[in-house]
């Protein structure tokens, strides 16, 4: 298990609470502490584990595809 060091300063949200709480939850959802802590409920068979694996690293290549997909399409219309 990775030691994870999620913090937000007051400085980063100009004090406002709800900001930081927001700013909070999103760097614990992208250092994926919350779904570590459900991963480890319950014992699950190494393969489960790796086929869990190789589908979010499909489904990210998949998101990162259609983002360039954008990003290109974006760039004709903007030629013409």
Same mark, same amino acid.
């Given at each position: 298990m990775k030691k994870a060091n +999620?913090? +937000?300063h007051a400085r980063e949200c100009r004090g406002n609470v709800d900001r930081m709480i927001r700013k909070f939850i999103k760097k614990a959802k992208k250092e994926r502490i919350v779904e570590e802590v459900r991963d480890r409920r319950c014992y699950k068979k190494p393969s489960v =584990?790796? =086929?869990e694996k190789s589908i979010r690293a499909e489904r990210r290549r998949?998101?990162?595809e259609r983002k360039r997909q954008r990003a290109i399409e974006r760039r004709k219309r903007r030629n013409y």
């Open positions: +999620v913090v +937000v =584990k790796k =086929k998949q998101r990162e």
